[in-house]
């Protein structure tokens, strides 16, 4: 099923109207589909919503985890600190006033994204260990994936993007686990550190 199905499907059960939907899929595919966003786009949605639906059978609040999947990026831009905490406003403004859905936790979920920590709340650990699987790709991806960031960067130089880049992989590697769930632990944390190691070593 296509990006635009599910989130078609989603909204209609949740109770969107017919009409507004594809005018909200419109403004959300144009967000993410904007030439500076260099990673953090449709395929980076397509990439998340492929570990939801492997790992769909372990969760709780579905419509929740896909609906602030969708909208956790929908504000990204390079020189601002509150993305997060905008693309949540934004999410929760959007939605019906009578919405079938959680509107607090969504808006945790969207906010948790800035700093990637251990949330109570399980659900929670679970969409940001979608959002940080990329970094336990095979080298090759992500290398692609670290040039990525990088262009989505490129307005600063190598002088400042280079130690501010450092500092935010150094800060996964001092965490005790950077995945929050039992199974991404398990299965992607070794690979990870190794990934975010080789790209401090090119950093240098």
């Keep these: 099923m296509s990006l635009y199905a599910i989130f078609h499907n989603l909204l209609l059960r949740i109770g969107f109207d017919k009409l507004t939907i594809n005018k909200h899929w419109e403004t959300l595919e144009k967000a993410y589909s904007s030439k500076n966003r260099k990673y953090h786009n449709l395929t980076h949605l397509e990439n998340m919503m492929t570990l939801y639906k492997r790992d769909k059978d372990k969760l709780t609040h579905s419509d929740e985890i896909v609906y602030a999947l969708f909208y956790h990026d929908i504000i990204y831009k390079v020189t601002r600190k509150d993305n997060e905490l905008e693309s949540a406003k934004l999410a929760i403004k959007l939605l019906p006033e009578f919405a079938k859905i959680d509107k607090e936790l969504v808006f945790e979920m969207i906010c948790a994204t800035q700093l990637h920590e251990h949330q109570e709340k399980e659900t929670i650990n679970w969409l940001l260990d979608f959002d940080l699987q990329i970094l336990a790709s095979p080298w ?16 600063y130089p190598n002088i400042l993007y280079n130690p501010g880049r450092k500092k935010a992989l150094q800060h996964f590697l001092e965490r005790d686990f950077i995945f929050q769930t039992e199974v991404f632990r398990t299965q992607y944390e070794t690979k990870a550190r190794e990934n975010i190691k080789k790209e401090i070593l090119l950093l240098l």
């Design 140 to 155: 090759e991806e992500y290398f692609i994936y670290s040039k990525q960031i990088r262009q989505e960067y490129k307005i």
